[in-house]
C-alpha cells in the first residue's frame, strides 16, 4: 500500500497522468462504502426530485426579461 501512496504523491506508476485527488479510498472496502454512499444519495436525489428541484429561488432579470436561478451555497 505504500508504494501505491507514494505513486499518487509523485504521480508516478498507475497514478502517472491522474490529477492528486482531495481523498483516495484505499482499499475495496472503502470503496464500496463509498459507493454505496454515492448510489444511496442517487437514489434519494431521484425519489425527491420533484420537491428537491420545487425548492428553487427564481429571480427575475428586468433588464433581458429572463429567469434566473440563484445560487445559495453556504460559505
Same mark, same amino acid.
Given at each position: 500500500?505504500?508504494?501505491?501512496?507514494? *505513486?499518487?504523491?509523485?504521480?508516478?506508476?498507475? +497514478?502517472?497522468?491522474?490529477?492528486?485527488?482531495?481523498?483516495?479510498?484505499?482499499?475495496?472496502?472503502?470503496?464500496? +462504502?463509498?459507493?454505496?454512499?454515492?448510489? *444511496?444519495?442517487?437514489?434519494?436525489?431521484?425519489?425527491?426530485?420533484?420537491?428537491?428541484?420545487?425548492? *428553487?429561488?427564481?429571480i427575475r432579470? +428586468?433588464?433581458?426579461?429572463?429567469?434566473?436561478?440563484? *445560487?445559495?451555497?453556504?460559505?
Amino acid at each position: 500500500m505504500v508504494e501505491r501512496v507514494i *505513486d499518487v504523491l509523485k504521480s508516478e506508476g498507475i +497514478a502517472t497522468g491522474k490529477p492528486m485527488p482531495k481523498r483516495l479510498p484505499l482499499g475495496r472496502d472503502a470503496m464500496a +462504502a463509498i459507493l454505496k454512499k454515492c448510489e *444511496d444519495t442517487l437514489a434519494l436525489c431521484k425519489e425527491w426530485e420533484t420537491l428537491i428541484i420545487s425548492t *428553487d429561488l427564481e429571480i427575475r432579470n +428586468a433588464v433581458e426579461g429572463k429567469e434566473q436561478l440563484v *445560487d445559495h451555497k453556504c460559505r
